[in-house]
């Protein structure tokens, strides 16, 4: 008898010993697959810190956020978007913002206009910029999502906040304060009206945290991966919506990637296109938005003839600025439409 309970705890023993082996070497291979995933990463995103991002880029950056110590508010357009560039710019140019936004341009026509009839705002011409219409979803148009994180990522690491914006937008009032005002957070995205867990890929502000430049080199990694994907397709063809900065995006700030802390702002605050599609009941009972997104509509012909439609269009046919509509809309928050 003895030496059958002998036996029983040698077995019982010999089990628990495979069962821990087993467990160790489960728990290691994991941790070392995650390493290896870990230093994927940061390899990849040491690779994009060595990119080719021009020093006029970067020094225009410093100049025009004061050395890092004000917000740089910046955008990325190509020659299509120079008419939504000179309508923004009339609608806000009495906002005291100008000093602090750079255009990062794709042609030398759109550089030189704006610089000619705007000199405060800063400029900077770069290549590999797709001319003409970038349908969203389409190849030229990921591939200048995957050339503005890259640049985006270079100027977060010289320690400057960013507040990323597109020009088919109205502003009604200045957001810069308010989205200023958010504390320990390292940034700060926008909702997208009827989808839950997405946020707009082209409307946020990015404290230069380790976290906010964690994410973004992550982000930066995905959209590379996808330009290599797709850098021999037509530059019209179809990518699939599950592939693109917005989806990268949303799912990188929504799992709280290394630690991230975030703010969602509210549609009611910070509109999209949705908003026009409102009944004009609806939208008297909405407090007034800072902004309001073109978007939720396909072209750069229908987003300009909804917003001349709307008043929401701040440039004369000769090409200067609309005082009478800057009046109505900025000064007085006229903004109900047609």
């Given at each position: 008898?003895?030496?059958?309970?002998?036996?029983?705890t040698?077995?019982?023993?010999?089990?628990?010993?495979?069962?821990?082996?087993?467990?160790?070497f489960?728990?290691?291979?994991k941790r070392?697959?995650?390493?290896?995933?870990?230093?994927?990463i940061?390899k990849?995103?040491?690779?994009?810190?060595?990119?080719?991002?021009?020093?006029?880029?970067l020094?225009?950056a410093?100049?025009h956020?004061?050395?890092?110590?004000?917000?740089?508010?910046?955008?990325?357009?190509n020659?299509?978007?120079?008419?939504?560039?000179?309508s923004?710019?009339?609608n806000?140019?009495?906002?005291?913002?100008?000093?602090?936004?750079?255009f990062?341009?794709?042609?030398?026509?759109?550089t030189?206009?704006?610089?000619?009839?705007?000199?405060?705002?800063?400029?900077?011409?770069?290549?590999?910029?797709?001319?003409?219409?970038?349908?969203?979803?389409?190849?030229?148009?990921?591939?200048?999502?995957?050339?503005?994180?890259?640049?985006?990522?270079?100027i977060?690491?010289?320690?400057?906040?960013?507040?990323?914006?597109?020009?088919?937008?109205?502003?009604?009032?200045n957001p810069l304060?308010?989205?200023?005002?958010?504390?320990?957070?390292?940034?700060?995205?926008?909702?997208?009206s009827?989808?839950?867990?997405?946020?707009a890929?082209?409307?946020?502000?990015?404290?230069?945290?380790?976290?906010?430049?964690?994410?973004?080199r992550?982000?930066?990694?995905?959209?590379?991966?996808?330009?290599?994907?797709?850098?021999?397709?037509?530059?019209?063809?179809?990518?699939?919506?599950?592939?693109?900065?917005?989806?990268?995006?949303?799912?990188?700030?929504?799992?709280?990637?290394g630690?991230?802390r975030?703010?969602?702002?509210?549609?009611?605050?910070?509109?999209?296109?949705?908003?026009?599609?409102?009944?004009?009941?609806?939208?008297?009972?909405?407090?007034?938005?800072?902004?309001?997104?073109?978007?939720?509509?396909?072209?750069?012909?229908?987003k300009?003839?909804?917003?001349?439609e709307?008043?929401?269009?701040?440039?004369?046919?000769?090409?200067?600025?609309?005082?009478?509509?800057?009046?109505?809309?900025?000064?007085?928050?006229?903004?109900?439409?047609p």
């Amino acid at each position: 008898m003895k030496y059958l309970r002998k036996s029983r705890t040698v077995a019982v023993l010999s089990i628990l010993t495979v069962g821990l082996t087993l467990f160790l070497f489960t728990y290691s291979t994991k941790r070392i697959h995650n390493h290896n995933e870990d230093v994927s990463i940061t390899k990849r995103s040491s690779d994009l810190a060595s990119l080719n991002i021009s020093t006029p880029i970067l020094s225009a950056a410093i100049e025009h956020s004061r050395g890092g110590r004000e917000a740089l508010l910046v955008t990325l357009v190509n020659d299509a978007f120079l008419p939504f560039t000179l309508s923004w710019l009339c609608n806000t140019r009495d906002m005291g913002i100008h000093s602090q936004v750079l255009f990062i341009t794709g042609d030398s026509e759109s550089t030189q206009r704006i610089k000619q009839s705007w000199p405060e705002v800063g400029a900077v011409q770069i290549d590999g910029v797709h001319p003409g219409d970038q349908e969203y979803s389409r190849v030229g148009y990921v591939e200048l999502m995957v050339r503005r994180s890259e640049i985006l990522l270079q100027i977060l690491e010289k320690n400057i906040p960013i507040f990323l914006f597109e020009v088919d937008c109205l502003w009604i009032s200045n957001p810069l304060s308010n989205l200023k005002s958010y504390r320990n957070v390292d940034i700060v995205v926008n909702a997208v009206s009827q989808r839950t867990n997405v946020i707009a890929g082209g409307f946020l502000y990015l404290h230069p945290t380790e976290a906010s430049k964690n994410l973004w080199r992550a982000l930066t990694v995905q959209l590379n991966k996808l330009g290599m994907k797709i850098r021999n397709s037509p530059k019209n063809a179809k990518v699939s919506e599950s592939d693109n900065d917005q989806v990268y995006l949303s799912n990188l700030v929504f799992s709280n990637y290394g630690g991230l802390r975030y703010k969602v702002l509210s549609n009611d605050d910070y509109a999209d296109g949705n908003w026009y599609k409102l009944s004009k009941e609806k939208r008297m009972t909405l407090r007034k938005p800072y902004l309001i997104n073109n978007n939720w509509v396909v072209g750069n012909a229908a987003k300009i003839k909804r917003a001349k439609e709307w008043g929401h269009w701040f440039l004369t046919e000769n090409g200067e600025c609309d005082g009478e509509k800057i009046q109505r809309v900025v000064k007085q928050g006229q903004v109900s439409g047609p």
